[in-house]
């Protein structure tokens, strides 16, 4: 609530806040990395993102904060046909299920 009116000061005091209630919380970890992004703290943003992957290092949602954080500060690595995301060679793939069988609602 704090960011959108662009009261970025209190957010990350509030953001640090839950972590210090939960420093094992990965969650509030990621979160807290986004609102330092959104406060322009870029080398807070990139720790705290980093922290909270390798807390919950199966959490694409963590991946993809601490992705926008390394973009931020400009630490995308590249390979040789271009940018190489090293984040998502990471994560185990999901598992997708496809319907056998359709059902028929008319």
């Known amino acids: 609530h704090l960011v959108p009116r662009r009261r970025f000061a ?6 640090q806040e839950a972590v210090a209630l939960d420093p094992m919380s990965a969650i509030a970890r ?3 990395g ?3 992004l959104t406060a322009r703290q870029h ?3 990139v720790e705290e993102c980093r922290r909270a ?3 919950a290092p ?6 993809f904060f601490y992705g926008n954080a390394l973009l931020v500060r400009g630490r995308l690595e590249h390979g040789d046909g271009g940018v190489l ?4 060679e990471r994560l185990d793939p999901l598992p997708v299920r496809v319907p056998m069988r359709s059902r028929d609602f008319r």
Do not use: P, S, T, Y
């Not at 209190?10 to 953001?15: C, L």
């Not at 995301?85 to 998502?88: D, E």
């Open 58 to 63: 199966k959490l694409w949602l963590l991946h």
């Open 10 to 15: 209190e957010a990350v005091e509030e953001a």
């Open 85 to 88: 995301n090293v984040i998502a």
């Open 34 to 36: 986004m609102v330092c």
């Open 30 to 32: 990621g979160f807290l």
């Open 53 to 55: 992957v390798q807390l």
């Open 43 to 45: 080398k807070a943003a």
